[in-house]
């Protein structure tokens, strides 16, 4: 019988003592994700009317077969635990009914057990000292095993497995199927009376469950929530609400079934009813607290803890775009998510979980979300995630669907070899008044041209060199009609897109910004697209948190982080000042009022907690603490704080070891590392000294000082 084996092949087990394993839950790679986000994106309502997303779902294979081979040292008796109905066999033979334990004798054994599921994912959890469940088992969602007429099984054209797909399911009783977020208690912090109804505040944007206790009485009640009082008190439009059809004479406390988002919910009863408080139940994602940011400067430190509440309440079963709305998985969004959790909780499962939950299944229809830009967007995290983690593994396991998805893309550019929206296409880019979507967008082939790059730099992880060659010449052709297409030289800058082959004179900052940060441009091309675009009040201002992180990057990458410094003060310590508690999708200053919480034609569209507002803590970790991996996993990494207008500062961020810890003031850099190697760069008026190692001159005012893992450093310099 032939067989075919992806990524781990077909291993045999040697089993020579019993020293200490785990198992866990098994399933096809992604099935789990793609089932998880289903069921958690069409939690969405407006207005009590079930809202699911509008792009194509795909499901989990119903029939999964897993299969490994072992060489036992001695014989064991191991227990069986499936979703689902299962057979089955070892070596070859067909066991009967569904097994709850298996007797294995000592040798070679090789176990095949098919599991069928329609309503969930297909699992398998084996427990035994050494016969176990876990992510070296493969599977396959393919059976073409078939009985020919003499009753033997054979295989004609081969099965292919694929490494299985798991989590942190390592107990039997903790089923796939029973996943749920924790949560816990939530007072409100203020109740009054209003109107016809009763205004309870919690204080601050929150996500989870209203809790009504010892709620009783006969008639409707009406619960209107929102992220701000207006929402909550505008009974005809806020955006999301509960009615509630009570006949409970005697007092209950009573949990509302679906999770909302809000900081106010206003309780509207008709008829007799009767509560004696409002709590509410917080779901959240467990995530440790590993990055940390203070400074001198309050309002600094305010903007970092409401972005990393933010990112906490965005932080769901996987990175969502926001709590009220969407509640959905967009590529755009979770990218920006992924380089802030790098930041702070270094939440790696849940950045796979998205990835894979995003990709979905085969064939490939259409873009990720239908956003020609969200597909790219998701090329570039495979590589970030490899960059800070190192985990080559899950690199090879996602190359496959890598693969797929760029010859969808590749195989719908026009006949100039350039990217352009077609039926079903969305190109999105950002949410901007009158920005054009016409014809070839430079900021579309850029992102297809540093996707074609990091399919290269994955192919040659996995030491794929036709597949690398192929890429590296595809992202060069592309980048050099980049350069003859879309650069202005008049303007010194990309044009916005070209129309019937004809460059047109608008210049926008998306390409422009992401070309510097892509290092795409020589440095005259940089200053003049400094000066003439980022600088310049007169191109189209950016006023989504969204694409100002992308801005902001730009001018930190160009050096101007005082610039930065200021404008992050500015824009997010202006929602601030507005009574923000979470950062919001877009901020716009010119506007006043209630005017802040419309969008998308609706008094209440926008949301006010997203996850793309929370980029701070992205900015400060990079370019202020001025940490970042150069060699993946943090084998190599550099260090370049910067104070800018600050006194001191003081930081974690966190790596695959432990947490990098830092602290600078103009007189004083202390550095400790869990991990790799380091280069400490900084600037200092007078020669530098240090308790450990030695400091190198680097020309001008610049010092470099090598670090070691596991050594406390301290160095004097004068800022």
């Excluded at 097994?99 to 084996?126: C, E, R």
């Excluded at 803890?305 to 969407?326: H, P, Q, W």
Aim: aromatic share 14%; net charge neutral.
């Amino acid at each position: 019988m032939k067989r075919l084996f992806l990524l781990i092949g077909c291993i045999c087990y040697s089993v020579v003592s019993f020293a200490q394993h785990r198992a866990t839950w098994i399933w096809y790679p992604g099935d789990f994700e793609v089932w998880l986000s289903n069921d958690m994106q069409n939690r969405r309502t407006e207005r009590g009317t079930f809202f699911p997303p509008f792009w194509k779902m795909d499901s989990h294979y119903v029939l999964v077969e897993f299969h490994k081979e072992f060489d036992l040292a001695t014989a064991e008796e191991v227990r069986i635990h499936a979703e689902g109905k299962y057979n089955v066999k070892v070596n070859g033979k067909m066991l009967a009914g569904m097994p709850s334990t298996l007797k294995l004798a000592k040798g070679k054994q090789k176990i095949n057990i098919k599991v069928y599921n329609q309503g969930h994912v297909p699992a398998l959890f084996i427990e035994g000292k050494q016969v176990f469940t876990d992510k070296s088992w493969l599977a396959t969602f393919e059976d073409k095993e078939w009985i020919d007429e003499t009753g033997k099984a054979s295989d004609q054209s081969g099965t292919t497995y694929v490494q299985a797909g798991y989590w942190n399911f390592d107990q039997p009783q903790q089923k796939p199927s029973q996943f749920h977020l924790p949560t816990k208690p939530q007072q409100a912090v203020q109740q009054s009376k209003q109107s016809n109804g009763t205004l309870v505040d919690f204080g601050k944007n929150t996500f989870g469950f209203l809790k009504l206790h010892q709620l009783k009485g006969t008639g409707t009640l009406k619960v209107y929530y929102g992220e701000s009082k207006e929402e909550a008190l505008a009974t005809a439009t806020c955006e999301t609400l509960d009615l509630l059809d009570l006949n409970q004479p005697n007092p209950k406390d009573t949990t509302l079934s679906l999770s909302k988002a809000f900081r106010f919910v206003y309780l509207e009863p008709q008829g007799e009813i009767d509560w004696s408080e409002v709590s509410m139940l917080y779901e959240y994602l467990p995530v440790a607290d590993r990055g940390t940011f203070r400074s001198s400067d309050e309002e600094l430190n305010n903007i970092w803890n409401v972005a990393k509440y933010t990112m906490e309440l965005t932080s769901r079963e996987f990175y969502i775009d926001g709590i009220k709305r969407d509640r959905w998985i967009w590529s755009g969004d979770a990218y920006q998510s992924y380089a802030m959790n790098y930041y702070l909780g270094f939440d790696a499962e849940t950045v796979k979980r998205t990835i894979l939950a995003l990709r979905g299944k085969e064939p490939t229809v259409s873009h990720i979300n239908t956003i020609m830009d969200y597909t790219f967007y998701w090329f570039l995290s495979i590589y970030d995630y490899y960059r800070y983690t190192g985990d080559r593994e899950f690199i090879a396991a996602i190359y496959p669907r890598m693969q797929s998805l760029m010859q969808f893309c590749l195989s719908r550019r026009n006949a100039d070899g350039l990217m352009q929206g077609l039926s079903g296409d969305w190109v999105f880019i950002d949410w901007a008044d009158g920005l054009s979507k016409q014809g070839e967008v430079s900021f579309e082939q850029l992102l297809l041209c540093r996707s074609l790059e990091t399919m290269a730099l994955c192919a040659d992880l996995l030491q794929r060199p036709n597949d690398k060659a192929q890429y590296a010449e595809e992202a060069a052709s592309l980048k050099k009609k980049l350069f003859n297409y879309y650069w202005n030289e008049k303007q010194g800058a990309f044009a916005h897109s070209r129309i019937q082959g004809v460059q047109t004179e608008n210049i926008t900052r998306y390409a422009n910004m992401f070309a510097i940060f892509f290092e795409y441009l020589s440095k005259e091309q940089q200053q003049t697209v400094k000066s003439n675009v980022l600088l310049n009040d007169d191109i189209q201002k950016i006023v989504t948190p969204y694409m100002r992180y992308y801005e902001l990057e730009a001018l930190c990458a160009l050096g101007e982080k005082d610039y930065v410094m200021t404008e992050m003060k500015n824009y997010w310590g202006g929602m601030l000042k507005l009574g923000a508690t979470t950062f919001w999708e877009e901020y716009n200053p010119s506007k006043s009022g209630a005017d802040h919480y419309a969008m998308y034609g609706r008094e209440f569209g926008k949301s006010l907690c997203h996850s793309w507002g929370a980029s701070p803590i992205y900015l400060l970790g990079k370019y202020y603490l001025g940490v970042k991996p150069t060699e993946a996993g943090y084998k190599q990494y550099e260090i370049q704080p910067y104070l800018a207008s600050l006194k001191w500062m003081e930081g974690k961020v966190p790596t695959p070891a432990g947490e990098i810890s830092l602290y600078i003031s103009k007189s004083k850099i202390t550095v400790n590392s869990p991990i790799g190697i380091g280069t400490l760069k900084f600037k200092s008026r007078k020669k530098p000294k240090t308790n450990h190692g030695e400091i190198i001159a680097a020309g001008g005012d610049n010092y470099t000082l090598l670090l070691e893992k596991g050594i406390n450093y301290e160095v004097e310099y004068a800022n």
